[in-house]
Nanobody, 120 residues
Framework: QVTLVESGGGLVQPGGSLRLSCLAS????????MGWYRQAPGKERELVAG???????NYADSVKGRFTISRDNAKSMVYLQMNSLKPEDTAVYYC??????????????WGQGTQVTVSS
């Protein structure tokens, strides 16, 4: 069993910053890629940023230059630093990880989501 728990969401004014954190725990042998997705009301879930175990990153065009993804492999955590936030960044943000367990099974896991609201 693998669990992902996000934290750090909230209400922020346009132009402000937030830092999301996600902790992975459970029967983890190795965490491969990790990422952040978001889903706004009435829209499909979309990839915001991803990071491999080696530290290679990719970003949605809409957040490039404003968001930074990072991870701490020793702590099994991934972070999303969000700067210059815009109202269109409002969404539920989900942590995602591809995990290989000690029973040699590889699967895709999701957190429960954290709400980010950008509004004045």
């Amino acid at each position: 069993q693998v669990t992902l728990v996000e934290s750090g969401g909230g209400l922020v004014q346009p132009g402000g910053s937030l830092r999301l954190s996600c902790l992975a725990s459970g029967n983890i042998f190795n965490i491969n890629r990790m990422g952040w997705y978001r889903q706004a009301p009435g829209k499909e879930r979309e990839l915001v940023a991803g990071i491999t175990s080696g530290g290679s990153t990719n970003y949605a065009d809409s957040v490039k230059g404003r968001f930074t993804i990072s991870r701490d492999n020793a702590k099994s955590m991934v972070y999303l630093q969000m700067n210059s936030l815009k109202p269109e960044d409002t969404a539920v943000y989900y942590c995602n990880a591809e995990v290989t367990t000690y029973s040699s099974r590889t699967g895709d896991y999701w957190g429960q989501g954290t709400q980010v609201t950008v509004s004045s």
